[in-house]
C-alpha cells in the first residue's frame, strides 16, 4: 500500500523558512516523479515543484522559482520543499503526490497525472 507522509509545516512570519518532508513508503519510486502542490482556499490546487526520484529532473512553478526548492533524499525515500522567504501568498495546503512516467527528463505538472496523494500539510504565513 503506498503511503505518502508530508511533515513541516506550520504558522511563521513573512520572510521566515520551512522544510517539508515527505516520507514515500509502500513500492518503489524509481519510475515516479514526486511533486508538490499547494491548495488555499477558494482555490484549485496548483502545482509548486516536482523532481524525478531517478535522476534529479526537477520543474518548479514561475511563482516560486528562487524561494522554494525541491529535492530528495533517496536512502531514505523522502522528498522535500525548502522554501525561503515565505509570504502571505504561500498560504496554504501543501501535499505531497507521485506519478508513474516514462519521461527520463521532464516531470509532469498536473495533478491529473498523479496517482498517489499524501493527506497534506498546512503552511500559514502571516504578515
Known amino acids: 500500500q503506498v503511503q505518502l507522509v508530508e511533515s513541516g509545516g506550520g504558522l511563521v512570519q513573512a520572510g521566515d523558512s520551512l522544510r517539508l518532508s515527505c516520507a514515500a513508503s509502500?513500492?518503489?519510486?524509481?519510475?515516479?516523479?514526486m511533486g508538490w502542490f499547494r491548495q488555499a482556499p477558494g482555490k484549485e490546487r496548483e502545482f509548486v515543484a516536482a523532481?524525478?526520484?531517478?535522476?534529479?529532473?526537477?520543474s518548479q512553478a514561475d511563482s516560486v522559482k528562487g524561494r522554494l526548492t525541491i529535492s530528495k533524499d533517496n536512502a531514505k525515500n523522502t522528498v522535500y520543499l525548502q522554501m525561503n522567504n515565505l509570504k502571505p501568498e504561500d498560504t496554504a495546503v501543501y501535499y505531497c503526490?507521485?506519478?508513474?512516467?516514462?519521461?527520463?527528463?521532464?516531470?509532469?505538472?498536473?495533478?491529473?497525472?498523479?496517482?498517489?496523494w499524501g493527506q497534506g500539510t498546512q503552511v500559514t504565513v502571516s504578515s
Open positions: 509502500g513500492r518503489s519510486f524509481s519510475s515516479y516523479a
Open positions: 503526490a507521485a506519478a508513474a512516467t516514462l519521461s527520463r527528463t521532464s516531470v509532469p505538472t498536473t495533478p491529473a497525472r498523479y496517482h498517489y
Open positions: 523532481i524525478r526520484w531517478s535522476g534529479g529532473s526537477t
